[in-house]
């Protein structure tokens, strides 16, 4: 059996493949950052939705807004606090006081970066 009779690829065709592959991962990367973004965005507009709807419930019940949002996870309004998309922790949301009332009426992200739309998320 002679050396031509073997069967398999040679480095040229095995580095066009990987250029090929190289050049498409390259083309696909900002896509897809891009979508770990939008679906982070959209975790974060349902979290505060979720949380300012049990805020609302909880004044409702109670006549009063909850001093902590631990007190709506006490208080069975809540499973658990949930994680901010962007910070990754339960800790950094932002309560924001009723200055007449004492309580968190009001939550935003813990986050200072820039959304897509141009906003910080803190703000949302």
């Known amino acids: 059996m002679c050396w031509k009779d073997q069967r398999g690829f040679t480095l040229l065709e095995l580095s066009i493949v990987m250029t090929v592959a190289l050049i498409l991962a390259t083309l696909a990367y900002p896509v897809f950052r891009q979508s770990v973004v939008k679906a982070r965005e959209a975790a974060l507009k349902q979290d505060l939705f979720v949380l300012r709807n049990v805020l609302d419930q909880f004044r409702a019940d109670q006549g009063n807004y909850p001093a902590t949002l631990v007190d709506l996870k006490s208080a069975g309004y ?3 606090i949930p994680v901010d998309p962007f910070t990754q922790s ?3 949301w932002q309560q924001i006081k009723d200055d007449e ?3 968190v009426f009001d939550v935003r992200s813990g ?4 959304s897509r739309e141009g906003t910080p998320y803190n703000q949302w």
Request: net charge negative; glycine share 16%; hydrophobic share 25%.
């Open 90 to 92: 339960t800790e950094t």
């Open 101 to 103: 009332e004492g309580g």
């Open 111 to 114: 986050s200072d970066v820039v």
């Open 78 to 80: 809540l499973k658990h």
